[in-house]
């Protein structure tokens, strides 16, 4: 059975696993932050610099590809579909990192 989204269940399952291995590790709140929240915890120096380069890395995907992509609405569904869909990892592949031979795809497995 397929959900909205076309994924099946198999799919689903392995999504939510992602969300809840990342979720954990995440200050609270930056999962479903809104644009204004993230550029916040970008500021905080405080913040660990792998959850900053997350932000930065979700903030430059959605600059390159788009708000409108599933993946992209949100830091938890971005984390989620860096790992788990193919063409978003294409995607991120194809986008540099400032002064950087890194790609975004790098940055969010890597961080």
Known sequence: M???????KTET???EALHALTVRKLPAGIYQARP???????RD?????AVRRLVQAYQR?????????YHMKNLAEFIAGAF??????????AI??????????????YA
Do not use: F
């Open 2 to 8: 397929l959900s909205p989204r076309g994924a099946d």
């Open 13 to 15: 399952i392995i999504e």
């Open 36 to 42: 204004e929240e993230l550029e916040r915890i970008l």
């Open 45 to 49: 120096k405080n913040q660990p610099m």
């Open 61 to 69: 995907a959605q600059a390159s590809i788009g708000p409108e992509k």
């Open 84 to 93: 788990r869909e193919d063409g978003l990892k294409a995607e991120l592949q």
């Open 96 to 109: 540099k990192w400032p002064k950087s031979n890194d790609t975004v795809c790098y940055a969010v497995l």
